[in-house]
């Protein structure tokens, strides 16, 4: 099965990326590489992980997240097929000071990448707490994938 069918059985067909909210795109070329603006979630959700928030409620919007990223990458591609390598994830999570379970948030992200795209979707990844973050937004990614 195809990477977008994969994408359309888990969001739908008519989903598209949501636009940037100020002077910049969501994603730029250069040439091989497509780098990815940060995105976070749809939805006006506020909190941060540690109080408002439980490491599943993390993973979750991690989740939503990645597809908001492959959303873009179809956006601009045309196709999920086209993406050769999904080479770099970062991801941000707004937490407690005393929060310890930034890199189990992410696995949410990584895993749906994977889900989606396979081996292509394996990556190497770094996951940074903050105290806060865009919105009061729980977590924001940002990527780097190759292209062919």
Not at 56 to 61: A, L, W, Y
Not at 70 to 83: A, Q, T, Y
Not at 103 to 113: I, N, P, R, T, Y
Request: glycine share 10%.
């Amino acid at each position: 099965m195809s990477a977008d069918k994969k994408l359309e059985d888990l969001i739908g067909s008519e989903r598209r990326a949501s636009a940037p909210a100020a002077n910049y795109q969501n994603a730029t070329r250069w040439g091989d590489l497509i780098f990815l603006s940060g995105k976070s979630l749809r939805e006006s959700v506020r909190g941060r992980l540690g109080a408002e928030f439980t490491v599943e409620d993390g993973q979750r919007f991690a989740r939503q997240v990645a597809l908001e990223l492959l959303l873009v990458l179809r956006d601009e591609l045309g196709s999920l097929d086209r993406i050769k390598q999904f080479v770099e994830l970062q991801g941000f999570v707004n937490a407690t000071a005393d929060f310890e379970d930034h890199a189990k948030v992410l696995d949410g992200a990584s895993d749906v990448l994977v889900e989606v795209l396979g081996n292509v979707g394996i990556h190497s990844r770094s996951v940074f707490g903050a105290s806060s973050l865009r919105g009061g937004q729980p977590v924001i990614l940002r990527a780097v994938v190759g292209i062919g």
